[in-house]
């Protein structure tokens, strides 16, 4: 009965030990575990996202395209997160194309204006309309990252050789001469239409649209908890891409009360040594991040204050680099841009030119940056451009 008391005593001994060096960990480990792989929000693929970014901005520039009428939308046609994109011209001979992204590459078919008919998440969608007595409703599918027709069914009014009468109604499915409630029956089978919705019922505009798609970049990236990533940059061991869109109090749990607290540009920031986090003072969510010593920042133990060959060396070749100019200062310097699509942020490296060592290093979401009209400005004027600086989505072409 002793020894069996002595046991019982030492079991209890051992948990109380282990709650009392599980509630002992450091701060930092409370936010992020080193232990765990990083674990996305979803699984949407964020360059799959980036080539609906570049496509948006080219039909925004091609000389038919109306903001008036145009308009976009994001659908969920088969069963995976990635959304499929339809594009409504807002004319007749536009018509609207429904995409998807394969094989890194787009993907899309036309149908007609005013969008298509879709059972969310059943892949299933249908394009109805036509003119001048001749109509149709094509049942589509998406097959192997493919638009495929299922069925197709056509109705109307064709000419005949009887003048009193000189037309008739013919109904056809998949090229099978069929009658009214035939027809009816077969696309009622191939395509329930009470739960469908038309996709231009939650259509936008293209600006819309783009920041519904940077919505979603956002969502993918890592959470809070999980080791870095190899391709993820470091402050004192933790990776910074996942502070973005963080309360500014995790910044505080995780480095102590900071060094500076001031104003820059509008913006608010908390700073410590060698690097400022801005935030927003409504939502206290932090939307900038800025290394003044590029020193601080490392990324698989090496430090990123190097000049262009040395930076490609530590992060690869960017996304996009040339001369611009700084219009605050009123100087020209050298920009880097790594677009980090898993992310969805955009890290700009600038120098006073290639051959010197990085000065600055921001942070910032895809869609931060200068205005729709700015950016027109700047892309009709001669290189070097002024105010290029955040614009990924716009980029790569």
């Known amino acids: ?21 599980s509630e002992s960990e450091s701060p930092g480990s409370a936010i992020f575990s080193r232990a765990e792989p990083p674990a996305p929000a979803s699984t949407v693929d964020g360059s799959a996202l980036q080539i609906y970014i570049d496509y948006i901005n080219e039909a925004r520039e091609d000389e038919e395209w109306s903001d008036d009428r145009g308009e976009m939308s994001l659908i969920y046609i088969d069963d995976d997160d990635f959304p499929e994109l339809v594009i409504d011209w807002g004319f007749t001979a536009g018509g609207c194309q429904v995409c998807t992204v394969s094989g890194g590459e787009l993907v899309y078919t036309y149908a007609e204006s005013g969008g298509v008919s879709y059972i969310e998440r059943q892949n299933v969608f249908v394009d109805s309309g036509g003119r001048m007595g001749r109509y149709h409703d094509t049942v589509f599918t998406i097959q ?41 029956e077969k696309l009622r089978s191939a395509f329930d239409g009470s739960k469908a919705v038309n996709s231009n019922e939650n259509a936008c505009s293209a600006a819309d649209t783009l920041q519904k798609i940077n919505g979603l970049l956002k969502a993918n990236a890592p959470s809070m908890s999980g080791a870095a990533a190899a391709d993820e940059v470091l402050y004192k061991g933790l990776p910074v891409n996942r502070f973005l869109g963080q309360p500014i109090d995790v910044v505080i749990e995780s480095f102590g009360n900071p060094s500076g607290n001031d104003y820059y540009e509008g913006g608010r920031y908390y700073g410590y040594d060698g690097i400022c986090f801005f935030f927003d003072e409504t939502t206290e969510e932090i939307n900038h991040i800025w290394a003044t010593n590029p020193g601080v920042l490392e990324i698989n133990g090496v430090a ?20 611009v100019h700084n219009e605050m200062e009123d100087e020209y310097q050298y920009s880097m841009e790594y677009t980090q699509y898993d992310y969805g942020i955009i890290i700009t490296i600038t120098m006073p030119d290639a051959n010197s ?21 700047s892309i009709a004027e001669d290189s070097p451009q002024p105010g290029t600086f955040f614009k990924g989505n716009r980029r790569g072409k």
């Open 1 to 21: 009965m002793k020894k069996l008391s002595l046991r019982l005593t030492m079991v209890l001994c051992l948990t109380m030990i282990l709650l009392i060096l």
């Open 144 to 184: 192997n990252g493919e638009f495929t027709v299922i069925h197709r069914g056509e109705y109307g009014e064709e000419a005949t050789d009887d003048d009193e009468i000189p037309y008739t109604e013919y109904y056809r499915w998949d090229e099978e001469e069929v009658t009214e409630s035939e027809y009816a």
């Open 304 to 323: 990123l204050d190097k000049n262009r060959a040395g930076l490609i060396k530590a992060l690869g070749k960017p996304s996009y680099e040339d001369t």
């Open 357 to 377: 060592k990085a000065e600055e290093i921001s942070f910032r979401w895809y869609n931060d940056g200068p205005s729709e009209e700015e950016y027109q400005a």
